[in-house]
């Protein structure tokens, strides 16, 4: 089956971590935003699956897949149906609802990342809002990330398959979305994470594990990988990383 | 079996959406941390599992959920493993992930929830951040409050089964769910809802339904369940509620 993968053209943002898991398993996938109008895809395409009046299971917001007729919004949840179909799952259902669970706590870091320069409102603009996010930043890279990272380093460390990845004796696609986290944390907080990397050696060995993959390292190199910008959820405001 | 669900005493917090579940389904459980310490259970019970050094599969953060051997956390998650075992899911694979997904889109609207009145910190105290949380509650019941809410009544709306729930022709965990956060809503913006709810009838009904239920309506009289305060995600900050 072809995958179409729909979410906002010019960022990496929430869809990447879907993308990561298609790339990894070499999946047959559509990004539609980044296909062109004539063809039928981009915006329009997503616009109108978001806006028909006929769609029953309505997304909240990008991204969202479509496998067939089934429409699946939600990263985590996108993962969770993908996870099997690509063999980046356990088998077993006690294993399946721990990756599940890792993901739904990188995503908490993930909307707390964020959060750092949008404290007051999506809707707004950073300028409008940045004494507040130079207070939150702070908050976030002195208490909240790293406990973050010294849960998924403790959890590494206990994994009874052994210290390579988060969960079992294979990867998953939560290293491929904790890879993706490390990768922004380090553009949007580099001197935070200089600072704070030496304490989570099996995190930055995990993401060093991700990287060397082969479909991995032939994605992060090719077109199809945008490049981190400031519009997306990892951003590079110098003033948040003190 | 009996569940045993792990959350912080003292109040309703994210281990409300857990106990309404299991409270729905007449289920076998106990609510550890509201055990005497002397029957081995309580706060510290909590504490030895958090922080067990042999524990593989470690939480985040509670709520989680001890069944039999295995630990669950992320309260998405435990609902998802608790979904069929309760009755309180659809039996198929794509109707499980509808629900889930309308299940973490509720857990968004509940962090934005919380995050009015901690806008810059988890960790600080509502008193070190009120100007903040001032601006992001503006935003909220303006800007994110009603977005929400019309997509939850638009969903129920198009349920294909008809419009008494969320997803298909009976009661799933999300209904269960939508209802606490009518809940915590109309105790933290009392003023906002009065003034919102009349656009969401379908909203309003759906919490109605859900509060006639049986168990429901027992256990919500009954003195497991704990009374909002400030201490929870929902709060009764007049200032917040403008």
Same mark, same amino acid.
């Given at each position: 089956?072809?995958?179409?993968?729909?979410?906002?053209?010019?960022?990496?943002?929430?869809?990447?971590?879907?993308?990561?898991?298609?790339?990894?398993?070499?999946?047959?996938?559509?990004?539609?935003?980044?296909?062109?109008?004539?063809?039928?895809?981009?915006?329009?395409?997503?616009?109108?699956?978001?806006?028909?009046?006929?769609?029953?299971?309505?997304?909240?917001?990008?991204?969202?897949?479509?496998?067939?007729?089934?429409?699946?919004?939600?990263?985590?949840?996108?993962?969770?149906?993908?996870?099997?179909?690509?063999?980046?799952?356990?088998?077993?259902?006690?294993?399946?609802?721990?990756? &599940?669970?890792?993901?739904?706590?990188?995503?908490?870091?993930?909307?707390?990342? &964020?959060?750092?320069? &949008?404290?007051?409102?999506?809707?707004?603009?950073?300028?409008?809002?940045?004494?507040?996010?130079?207070?939150?930043?702070?908050?976030?890279?002195?208490?909240?990330?790293?406990?973050?990272?010294?849960?998924?380093?403790?959890?590494?460390?206990?994994?009874?398959?052994?210290?390579?990845?988060?969960?079992?004796?294979?990867?998953?696609?939560?290293?491929?979305?904790?890879?993706?986290?490390?990768?922004?944390?380090?553009?949007?907080?580099?001197?935070?994470?200089?600072?704070?990397?030496?304490?989570?050696?099996?995190?930055?060995?995990?993401?060093?594990?991700?990287?060397?993959?082969?479909?991995?390292?032939?994605?992060?190199?090719?077109?199809?990988?945008?490049?981190?910008?400031?519009?997306?959820?990892?951003?590079?405001?110098?003033?948040?990383?003190?």
């Amino acid at each position: 089956m072809q995958y179409e993968l729909y979410y906002w053209p010019g960022i990496q943002g929430r869809g990447e971590f879907i993308r990561l898991a298609l790339e990894e398993a070499g999946a047959d996938y559509v990004d539609a935003c980044r296909r062109a109008e004539s063809s039928g895809m981009g915006m329009s395409a997503m616009m109108r699956l978001m806006e028909s009046p006929e769609l029953a299971q309505l997304p909240f917001a990008p991204p969202f897949l479509k496998a067939g007729e089934q429409i699946i919004a939600q990263t985590a949840n996108i993962l969770f149906f993908l996870g099997p179909r690509l063999g980046l799952a356990p088998d077993d259902e006690a294993g399946r609802l721990w990756v &599940h669970q890792l993901q739904l706590t990188i995503a908490d870091l993930v909307t707390e990342a &964020h959060d750092t320069h &949008h404290p007051i409102g999506s809707g707004l603009y950073y300028e409008d809002q940045k004494p507040e996010a130079l207070r939150r930043a702070q908050d976030f890279t002195q208490m909240r990330l790293p406990k973050f990272l010294g849960y998924f380093e403790s959890v590494i460390e206990r994994n009874p398959a052994g210290a390579d990845w988060l969960a079992g004796a294979d990867i998953t696609y939560a290293d491929l979305s904790m890879f993706q986290v490390i990768e922004g944390l380090r553009y949007a907080f580099p001197r935070n994470m200089k600072r704070l990397e030496p304490e989570y050696p099996l995190l930055v060995a995990l993401h060093e594990r991700v990287a060397a993959r082969k479909r991995i390292k032939a994605y992060l190199t090719s077109k199809r990988r945008q490049a981190f910008n400031n519009d997306g959820i990892f951003r590079a405001y110098k003033e948040l990383d003190r």
